[in-house]
């Protein structure tokens, strides 16, 4: 999976860090005036013991020496964000498949996946349009547990052929031996495009795709595109982790 990370983020993990050498910084003003204080009005014959003082002293060098650290690790958030950049640079005229929230009905198809917990005995995947309304109830076969994909044939439940463009999700309900839900988590929908654009105005990389914009971290394939053709593919693929 493509690693993206964003600068508002960066932004926070400075701000923490800041505020962390600032407050160091007044603790330790306050702490070498009460010292000189003490100093000065210590009993010559029963002088201050200097075990606890060092051991003070020696406690802020290494929160000092942590926040040098901690400016390091947030330098390298940083050029990980360009990283990040740089790689929807190298996806500009491919063709990608990203998970996405939804799917887009294209070529009489859409793609969905998710995650069950369980194996079950009763499954429904309800795939709804923009509005929410149900135009199609399925039943996989595969139920086991784990990672699930299915792809709907974009027919709703009379059988008629919905127009390619529609926007659909879908809701799964699964359900055990003993009829207890077993919930599914990471339900995503899947598109499919040629990446046209790369847009960081967020902060967080993200390829267009389709006209619309896809955090590069949701790419899970690349394929490269064939020449003279706008949507055949060549058998030449960069395979992702997805």
Known sequence: ??????????????????????SLANNEQTFLKLLTVQLKNQDPLSPTDTTQMTSQITQMTGVEQQLVTNDLLAALVGMNTGTGLSEGVNMI?????????????????????????GGSTSLTVEVKN????????????????G???????????????????????????????????????NIKGRTEGVVTAVDNSTGSPQVIINGKPVPIDNV???????????TKTDTKTEDKAA
């Open 220 to 230: 899970i394939g690349v394929t490269a595109v064939a020449a003279n053709s706008d």
């Open 1 to 22: 999976m493509a690693t993206a990370v964003s600068s508002q983020n960066t932004s926070s993990v400075l701000d923490k860090i800041n505020n962390s050498r600032t």
């Open 93 to 117: 005229g491919k063709q990608v498949t990203a998970t996405t929230d939804n799917s887009t009905l294209k070529d009489g198809k859409a793609t969905f996946s998710w995650s069950q917990p």
């Open 130 to 145: 923009a509005a929410g309304k149900v135009v199609r109830t399925l039943h996989p076969d595969d139920q086991k547990s």
């Open 147 to 185: 990672d699930h994909t299915i792809t709907w044939d974009g027919k709703d439940d009379s059988g008629a052929q919905l127009e390619d463009g529609g926007v659909y999700t879908i809701a799964v309900t699964a359900k055990g031996a003993d009829g207890k839900e077993i919930k599914a988590t």
